[in-house]
């Protein structure tokens, strides 16, 4: 059974920083893609970062040099260390794999429970 748990999420002020991390368990699987989307109230989810298993990574306009993503294969864990806050980062923060089990052809995509990330002074 494969699980996500997101951790690292809180209330921060203006200009602060936090690190969330991403936790993938269960067995018998690769992981292909990974990334951070996150859902502000009355508003749709949207991605903020992606990371490829080779490293590759793609961020949205609006977290570029603020936001960084990267993961441990190792540990099947993706990281988004997030400098810099501003109010309206605040949301909710899901993260999110597409997953291949082997011997099988599909791949499927799984998402975490979410940690909320507050910015307020």
């Known amino acids: 059974q494969v699980q996500l748990v997101e951790s690292g999420g809180g209330l921060v002020q203006p200009g602060g920083s936090l690190r969330l991390s991403c936790v993938t368990s269960?067995?018998?699987?690769?992981?292909?893609?990974m990334g951070w989307y996150r859902q502000a109230p009355g508003k749709q989810r949207e991605a903020v970062a992606i990371i490829t298993s080779d490293g590759y990574t793609n961020l949205a306009d609006s977290v570029k040099g603020r936001f960084t993503i990267s993961r441990d294969n190792a540990k099947n864990t993706v990281y988004l260390q997030i400098d810099s806050l501003k109010v309206e980062d605040t949301a909710v923060y899901y993260c999110n794999a597409d997953i291949t089990f082997w011997g099988t052809l599909g791949t499927y995509s799984y998402w975490g429970q979410g940690t909320q990330v507050t910015v307020s002074s």
């Open positions: 269960g067995s018998g699987f690769s992981i292909d893609v």
